[in-house]
């Protein structure tokens, strides 16, 4: 039943099977197709056990499909899907997904939103989103995006923000900051 398959997939999730745990998800998601919340589990356990990323892409795409309009579901799968496009250096793509957020004032959605118009050269655009965007210090990726906007108007002051942001770990940060010695 999708109920025992739901509570097998909390135990593997607790336990830390995640090998099971995708096995399992995939299960439901057969059984309750129209649950995008398993569809996002789903993508999640899939990125994990080290799947093809088109496999993970596919359940955050359903998981878009049939999310309910506002829903926790709905949010979380344009995040990953904006994150994937980022990663893969599309800033115009990533864009299109965090629209479909909604004119949210969430910090997590303005810095993808600066990160999107920093890789579409859009230094002024990103400047904007950033000034109104108050972060913790120990932001890493807020760290990291106000130091590539910073770098590509050629402010030393980039370099206490991208240190920080290597410091902290922040993947993409060695990166950034050789660019920007450079």
């Known amino acids: 039943s999708p109920l025992g398959f739901a509570l097998l997939a909390d135990a593997c999730e607790a336990a830390k099977l995640d090998a099971e745990l995708a096995l399992t998800l995939e299960e439901l998601a057969s059984r309750v197709a129209s649950r995008a919340e398993v569809w996002v589990r789903l993508g999640k356990a899939r990125e994990r056990v080290g799947s093809p990323i088109e496999e993970a892409r596919d359940a955050f795409l359903r998981a878009l499909a049939v999310a309910e309009a506002g829903s926790e579901a ?3 799968a ?3 899907l904006a994150d994937h496009d980022l990663a893969n250096r599309d800033g115009v793509r990533a864009e299109l997904w965090l629209e479909r957020l909604g004119a949210t004032k969430d910090a997590d959605v303005q810095l993808r939103r600066a990160e999107a118009r920093v890789l579409q050269d859009d230094v002024d655009g990103a400047k904007t989103i950033l000034e109104a965007l ?6 890493g990726r807020a760290a990291l995006i ?6 590509k108007t050629g402010d030393a002051a980039a370099f206490p923000l991208l240190l920080r942001a290597l410091v902290l770990e922040t993947r993409g940060a060695s990166e950034a900051l050789a660019n920007a010695l450079t």
Request: no cysteine; charged share 45%; net charge neutral.
């Open 78 to 80: 344009l995040l990953w």
């Open 74 to 76: 709905r949010r979380e």
């Open 134 to 139: 108050e972060s913790d210090p120990t932001d």
């Open 146 to 151: 106000r130091g590539r906007v910073l770098a």
